[in-house]
């Protein structure tokens, strides 16, 4: 893997040779009052804090609301247009190492065969560049999934921030062009693996594994214990919508008598709606069931059908749950290794 220094003043520099070379840099900045991934010129808008941003990146990837084609009623006809999605190549700039992870993972659902064309644009588009974790906060996870503060799962480029400088790993050969954008800035490099970095790791305290707990938690799919974790549920969907790997859609008609659109919107398992069935009957009637469906989908089915978790530990949900829905506990308790 190839090692290069960079000057942390630097990188204004970088940013305007991306910018310059028609890439559009995209980093964690204040945007509404909210810490989110926002295009941005100016280096010292950059707001990097301990632990992942609160909105992730998958916004940029999978739109929560996106237009898939128009349509107009015209003298008995229907005239369809395909709407234009116009994408610039894209930089991911200071995501943290589960983001990266949770971008691979959204590759596995919409890349596979047949691929999703509108993520397909977009992800062909993206260059990800990830920063190590020098500190991590008390709700990340990353270890008990198999991941890491220096994972380097999807990631294209790897910084890790030593006192005015990040070493930069090439990770893959998108994230080494990055560098030959403005090779000037970059001295080649020395430094331990990443795995060998002075992380985080030894110190943090959620690391029980959860995987290969799937088959486990199916075997408790009649269990009394859904009623017990899930019955504080609201229903409000905030950790689906912030979870970087959470994946659900509905498509939806809006219309008038003349024209309309087809658009695809977020949606979540979380949601009373999501299961109804036209005939009145729901499947998942309660909260329970439905927070049920969220822990297998992401710890049992996507398992089966792809050999990884659909978690990569980053703790947004368990956050930023109103009721303090803490899924790393949850399934720690489903699997009979703590009482919460
Ligand atoms: S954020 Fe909490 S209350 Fe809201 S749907 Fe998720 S688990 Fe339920
Ligand atoms: S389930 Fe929770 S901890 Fe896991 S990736 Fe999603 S938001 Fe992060
Ligand atoms: S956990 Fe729920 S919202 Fe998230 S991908 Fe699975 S079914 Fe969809």
Request: charged share 20%; glycine share 8%.
């Amino acid at each position: 893997m190839k090692i290069w220094t960079l000057q942390k003043k630097r990188v204004g520099d970088w940013m305007a040779a991306l910018r310059a070379a028609g890439k559009e840099v995209l980093a964690p900045c204040e945007a509404d009052g909210l810490l989110r991934f926002r295009p941005i010129d100016d280096p010292s808008a950059i707001a990097v804090r301990p632990g992942p941003c609160p909105f992730p990146f998958k916004e940029w990837l999978f739109p929560p609301h996106q237009v898939l084609f128009s349509y107009q009623f015209e003298g008995g006809k229907v005239n369809l247009r395909e709407e234009e999605v116009l994408v610039n190549d894209q930089v991911g700039l200071f995501l943290r190492p589960c983001d990266a992870a949770a971008i691979k993972i959204l590759d596995t659902v919409f890349l596979s065969d047949p691929p999703d064309g509108f993520y397909q644009l977009r992800r062909s588009h993206l260059t990800i560049v990830t920063l190590g974790c020098r500190q991590a906060v008390p709700s990340c996870f990353c270890p008990a999934v198999g991941l890491s503060p220096t994972s380097l799962e999807g990631s294209d480029l790897f910084l890790w921030e030593e006192d005015d400088r990040f070493l930069v790993y090439g990770v893959s050969e998108k994230g080494d062009r990055l560098v030959q954008v403005s090779p000037d800035l970059f001295e080649p490099g020395e430094g331990p693996e990443p795995d060998q970095l002075p992380s985080p790791l030894p110190f943090m305290e959620r690391k029980e594994p959860l995987t290969n707990v799937g088959q486990k938690l199916q075997g408790l799919f009649e269990s009394d214990l859904w009623q017990e974790v899930g019955r504080t549920c609201l229903g409000c969907g905030i950790c689906a919508y912030l979870c970087p790997t959470c994946h659900c859609f509905d498509i939806v008609d809006e219309s008038d008598a003349y024209s309309g659109i087809r658009c695809r919107n977020w949606d979540c398992c979380a949601f009373p709606l999501f299961t109804l069935h036209a005939s009145g009957h729901n499947p998942r009637p309660d909260q329970p069931s439905r927070y049920r469906q969220r822990v297998l989908h992401k710890f049992a089915y996507f398992l089966q059908t792809f050999q990884q978790n659909m978690c990569v530990g980053c703790g947004r949900c368990s956050l930023f749950c109103p009721v303090g829905m803490d899924i790393y506990q949850i399934v720690l308790q489903l699997t009979g290794r703590c009482l919460v």
